[in-house]
């Protein structure tokens, strides 16, 4: 079992940053490939990110690619997303996600989630 919690969210203007922090519980972090995903209102959760459990393959989506970084410390047991350059149309929630395998952008891969935390894009 897994325990994802995510932080960092909130209200930043267009351009500005933030970065966000998923912590896990148990000793089998670095046993599972991580995830990004996120949800606007009225939309589909959409694959925002990923990195290998080792850290070594980071993939994203074209709509960050430049903007957001995803890494991993997996002594603390924590994976980030640094999001720079932010925009309005990237105001939803952020979640986490660990996966033991599978197709890496389709969220049925993954098996915990966290509970999401809030991203806000002022214009």
């Known amino acids: 079992q897994v325990q994802l919690e995510e932080s960092g969210g909130g209200l930043v203007q267009a351009g500005g940053s933030l970065r966000l922090s998923c912590g896990s519980s148990?000793?089998?972090?670095?046993?599972?490939?991580m995830g990004w995903f996120r949800q606007a209102p009225g939309k589909e959760r959409e694959f925002v990110a990923f990195i290998s459990r080792g850290g070594v393959r980071t993939y994203y989506a074209d709509s960050v690619k430049g903007r957001f970084t995803i890494s991993r410390d997996n002594a603390k047991n924590t994976v980030y997303l640094q999001m720079d350059s932010l925009k309005p149309e990237d105001t939803a929630v952020y979640y986490c996600a660990a996966s033991q395998g599978g197709t890496y952008y389709y969220y049925g891969s993954y098996n915990y989630w966290g509970q999401g935390t809030q991203v806000t894009v002022s214009s």
């Open positions: 148990g000793r089998t972090f670095s046993t599972y490939a």
